[in-house]
């Protein structure tokens, strides 16, 4: 299947790590233009190097704490090299803990981190796909927005509204031939992912392997998701051809969630 996003642009956020890193590669390989953004300057020039030299591959450094500057940095670089015809909205998760015992600075910091994030960029690259007539924005968010996880009470909170941020917006773009669709992963083998399930096995007084041998069992297919599988099904929401897929949440987490 030829996606035609060849020569487009995408702005990749958390594109150091993970599935950010992964579906960065996984434009960039369908001919896309990719730009970075992350905090870590020495992490997004490796990653940079390992995508195909023969495109016009850029990074940003910016850290997600600070909109306002986010945006700032966004616009400035749209200003002086090109617009973006792909924005992939991906922060890390916040902290695991039961909601009850959250801090508000959590819910600020994550609802800062997240939302904000998310709607300062749209707000930045939206105008370059109106003028265009294309543009796909999508969400890498968790399955929570369906199912709230037992012991991430804050991050159940924060994906949900962004999971509503989304999907209202999706309708006020779509007459421009823009999108905006979310992908939710399940147990994906990430950083995140073996921090959770550090403290899972803490909490309940097992181990390592223990904990992960039970997560893997409680998903259809009995093993986690390769950050790549992921990356792919953001990839395909990204391209032309899945123009007609609007305000959806999609699940890549082999069958785990149980709702429809």
Not at 15 to 38: D, H, P, Y
Not at 183 to 210: Q, W
């Amino acid at each position: 299947m030829n996606l035609n996003i060849n020569n487009k642009n995408a702005l990749v956020c958390g594109s150091t790590q993970g599935i950010g890193k992964a579906t960065a590669i996984a434009l960039a390989q369908e001919g896309v233009n990719v730009t970075l953004v992350a905090r870590n300057r020495e992490k997004l020039k490796a990653v940079l190097s390992e995508l195909p030299e023969h495109r016009n591959h850029s990074f940003i450094v910016a850290d997600f704490s600070d909109p306002r500057d986010l945006q700032e940095k966004v616009i400035k670089f749209i200003n002086q090299n090109h617009g973006f015809h792909i924005l992939i909205n991906n922060t890390g998760g916040p902290r695991s803990g039961n909601i009850l015992t959250a801090s508000l600075d959590e819910f600020e910091n994550a609802f800062v981190q997240h939302l904000k994030c998310n709607h300062v960029l749209a707000q930045a690259t939206i105008p370059f796909m109106k003028e265009e007539g294309f543009g796909r924005i999508v969400n890498i968010i968790s399955t929570s927005v369906k199912e709230p996880i037992p012991g991430l009470g804050v991050s159940n909170t924060i994906r949900g509204a962004v999971g509503n941020w989304s999907k209202t917006l999706s309708e006020e773009v779509a007459p421009f031939g823009i999108t905006v669709n979310n992908v939710l992963p399940g147990f994906t083998e990430t950083e995140r992912l073996s921090e959770i399930i550090k403290i899972k096995a803490k909490n309940e007084d097992t181990t390592v392997e223990e904990m992960t041998k039970t997560m893997k069992g409680h998903t259809p297919v009995k093993r986690f998701a390769k950050p790549e599988e992921t990356a792919n099904v953001v990839t395909f929401l990204a391209s032309e051809v899945a123009g007609y897929v609007n305000g959806i949440n999609l699940p890549v987490d082999g069958g785990r969630t149980k709702s429809l």
